[in-house]
């Protein structure tokens, strides 16, 4: 990278599809294109392995109908819309919950390593939020799991079967921006090898968003330290909108203090949370589900006794999650990642003691809004207009079937049904013809201008304070309860914090793996979202799912059951209707959402 | 105070590597490996490792800790300095690419040229295929392999032959794709090792399992496709022997 870079000085390397991100949602994308004979090519930051899908857990909900015969794909269509809280696009969940079994088979298929029953079939757990018959059935047990290994077994079957396929992937290559023509539609991007510096622009006429969470912009996350939302930052500084970005899952068990995740499995196979007293306080909280109501009930509840004082430890700042009674040989055989994880990071082992947790970031429901071919859009009057060459899969996406709150096992199914979906559709429409025009020197200039100004920085801000900082800042002010006056605080310290990401200092200008500029890149990129969830959060006045206002504390249809799209180049919000019409069935009309 | 040193190498300036050396002031409570990384990286951010779940099971940070391999997000400080003195060294066998990143091209290659994917030549039913728990534990030990190279890279016969010897990462998930009964290629997957290097470099030494942060046992899947092998072998040969003995 020596000297300034431009048009003339960098490679072009040309495809027909570019993912970006080798997580789930980007490998089943890459999976179904490498078998199209189309030239692709995977972008991911790190050995696709080593994406942060390794570390779900407990498993990948849908109605196969192995736990129950009798399971119905519209049962899981419900649960998934109420947890939402009614803002999830009902076309959409339909869609994931309809097609989702044949995603499944199909991951079984290709090897996953799934756990099972005595009939053969896939072992499913109860998990959070799940119902037969429309909620009037009690507790399903819908969650197709690997043990508590689920994420990891999907991961590598997936690249497995990428193997296989003979996919092409640049392994250990940073995507640094979007490039974007005349036209406003995405021609590729400008990417570098972190091995070697060498930069180039990967040219291409469809380019996939598949680029995970940014949980990263909290302190406290069960997020990878790799959670930097890219695809996201890329695409807020292209100019285009994020959907619902107000909403993040803080889940229930991250472990305290280290943040590592807890699965909700250990609360689907018995489990459950005490408090000082040892009183198994969700009974009060939601007397039917208990434990394993949403997500965001459990962990507001968990905030609330800690609040009044019932917390455990020294400092009263967590609550333990009970699993013992469970036994030595369920523990062992349901839950062993668990008990690793809890004897490493808590000190604890389940088996004997209870596990300190706390609330933790975990999950973007907001995201690029796609439709459910993954082609993300802009909105302008009541009017999506699609980005051409522009799609997005996985967390990266908002599609949005999570709407204000996600179901536990959720995500695993997104990734693949989507992944999928945007594979088949950009496969089709490439055949086709589709396409985008050429992008021009000054457009590929322009997406180099951020790489440049790093390369060329002398002084200025310490990467690792102003992360430090932004993290602080999204912690205290838009954490699992929120409040305006605070709120405007977040807003405007982010905004000195957004002059500092302007002008960091990149100590180290090598080329050969230099992870100095990575990190100042990836900060960049939490910079755009943290600012993006500040503002939505902001302005949604209301609460609804994960976003809890004590100073809007009710949720109000009238005025907000709707979807929010932040606008990166006003800084504002508008809003966007929820999908009401799924094509096979009635709509779900809102409820007051009781567990 | 423990006193740090780390391998340094960067190929654009250093003609040498070199071992720098850190004093670390630790905080009151004990911490990760990883954790003291990025500590030291925030003061001196040219210090290169790679880290990713920071929880043990993407398998980004192995690295040689105080000479054995381990990753380092779920390694204790405490438990592994000795005389308050810390090593932090890149996976040994593998060329070095900068400070404690090694290139893993060669490791990759021996884990596909395994095959490492199910193949089944009958029909896809329409739901999954069943599998008994019992012949589903028989993955047990094998599929949760991180593909962190600690133990390939602690093998001498892996030193020796990197290009011939697959290696204990890589046996390990050949096996576990023998021992699936949905995989109707175990033969195929047994004739493709059956060579003097592939599979019978492996010498027992063992360091795979003691070194293993995931406690796997790739010795054992080892020896389960060596023996595979030789009933193989004596089942050809007795064959072979036979049909000799009836055109004689």
Redesign the interface.
Known sequence: MVGHLNKDNIHTLEFDALIVGGGGSGMRTSLELAKSGLKTAVVSK??P????T??AQGGITCA?Q?ADPHDDWRWHMFDTVKGSDYIGDQDAIEYMCSEGPKA??EL????L??????????YQRPFGGQSKDFGNGGQASRTCA?AD?TG??LL?TLY??N??EGANFLNEWFAVDLVKNKFNEITGVIAFSI?SGEVAYLKSRATVLATGGAGRIYASTTN???NTGDGLGMSLRAGFPAQDMEMWQFHPTGIHG?G?LVTEGCRGEGGYLINADGERFMERYAPNAKDLAGRDVVARSMVLEILEGRGCGPNKDHVLLKLDHLGEEILNAKLP?IC??SK??AGVDPVYKPIPVVPTCHYMMGGTPTNIHGQAFSSENEVDNEIPGLFSVGEAACVSVHGANRLGGNSLLDLVVFGRAAGLHINEDLKSGGGVEEANIDDIESALYRLNKLNESNSGF???EVKRELQEVMQNFFGVFRRGEYMEKGVKALEEIRDKCDNLHL??K???????RV?ALELQNLLEVAEATAISSLKRNESRGAHARDDFPERDDENWLCHSLYDPTKKDLRKRQVNFQPNTMEAFPPKVRAY | MIEVNIYRYNPETDRFPYMQKFNFEMPDRDIMVLELLNSLKESDPTISYRRSCREGVCGSDGMSINGKNGLACITPVSEVTKGNKLELRPLPGLPVVRDLVVDMTEFYAQYEKIKPFLQNDTPSPNQERLQSPSDRDKLDGLYECILCACCSTSCPSFWWNPDKFVGPAALLQAYRFIADTRDTRTEERLDSLSDPFSVYRCHGIMNCVSVCPKGLNPNKAIGEIKSMLLTNRRHEAEIIASDGGGRS
């Open positions: 790190v050995f392995t080593r994406s942060h390794v570390s196969i192995s499944v088979f079984e298929h290709m090897g390593p799934f756990s099972r029953f005595e009939n053969g079939r896939i690997a290994r990891h077994a590598h497995q079967n193997v296989k091995e990878a330290l790799i280290a590592s990642g690793e994880l490493t990071f310490e990467v690792a100590h180290d090598s080329d050969s793996f230099n992870t100095n990190e």
